[in-house]
């Protein structure tokens, strides 16, 4: 059984996917152990407590260098023996010792198709606000490994939604949440606790 650490900054509703998914016994392979935040006022962390999974919070701002917290975060998520952690709303970068530590391991969840409206400062709203400005029709949400790169890590799973005339950033947001984001999470997560993902340099193969 694989330790599930899920990795959360603000209201949690991919945290929440990930519970319910469990609740109904599509996280075969893997048992959510930790949800870690990096803000203490998070709902997320109530979501967890409702749940009875452990919580507990570590602050960049606390650190006073990028190296300091990842040193920290490394050591809290060895001491929380996690097998697969999931960024599910983090919203702190990730430093090099991390990465390297729980290489291919790490599994983010970024609101459109990447390569499409990704990088740095593409996160929450921003990304929805930029395709609208772009006048994509189709946009999505990818899970995907995380590495150095920030949103450039392996490919696990996309799904596309349509945008729509008349589409606010945060009428956009809720579609792509509900019809790619939590459908997508919470399949990565299961196939990665049934060893079903194969990892080819920077693509991955799913095992159907
Ligand atoms: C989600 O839309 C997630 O994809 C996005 O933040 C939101 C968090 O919502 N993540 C990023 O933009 C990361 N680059 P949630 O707290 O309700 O799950």
């Known amino acids: 059984m694989k330790n599930i650490v ?23 392979g893997g048992k959510i152990t930790c949800v870690i935040s990096s803000n203490p006022n998070a709902y997320a962390l109530e979501r967890a407590k409702k749940h009875n999974v452990e919580t507990a919070v570590i602050r960049r701002k606390d650190y006073d ?18 097998d697969v952690i999931v960024l599910a709303g983090f919203m702190t970068i990730l430093g090099k010792k ?16 990447i390569p499409s409206f990704c990088g740095e400062g593409y996160y929450g709203l921003r990304v929805h606000e930029e395709a609208l ?42 579609r792509v949440m509900e019809q790619a984001e939590w459908k997508i999470l919470p399949k990565a997560v299961a196939l990665f606790c049934q060893d079903k993902i194969i990892v080819n340099g920077n693509t991955t193969e799913i095992i159907e």
């Not at 945290?15 to 469990?22: K, P, S, V, Y």
């Not at 990028?66 to 490394?74: K, Q, S």
């Not at 991390?98 to 198709?113: D, E, S, Y």
Request: hydrophobic residues 40%; contains cysteine.
């Open 133 to 174: 400005k772009k006048g994509v029709k189709v946009t999505g949400a990818t899970a995907h490994f995380v590495n150095e790169v920030c949103d450039g890590g392996p490919i696990i799973l996309q799904k596309a939604v349509e945008v729509q005339n008349g589409d606010t950033p945060e009428v956009l947001q809720k």
């Open 98 to 113: 991390v990465i390297g530590a729980f290489r291919n391991k790490i599994i983010n969840i970024h609101p459109a198709l």
């Open 65 to 82: 260098s990028l190296e300091a917290y990842d040193e920290a975060l490394t050591a809290l998520l060895t001491q929380k023996g996690a």
């Open 6 to 28: 899920v990795l959360v900054s603000g209201g949690g509703t991919n945290l929440q996917a990930l519970l319910d998914a469990q609740n109904r016994g599509e996280l075969a």
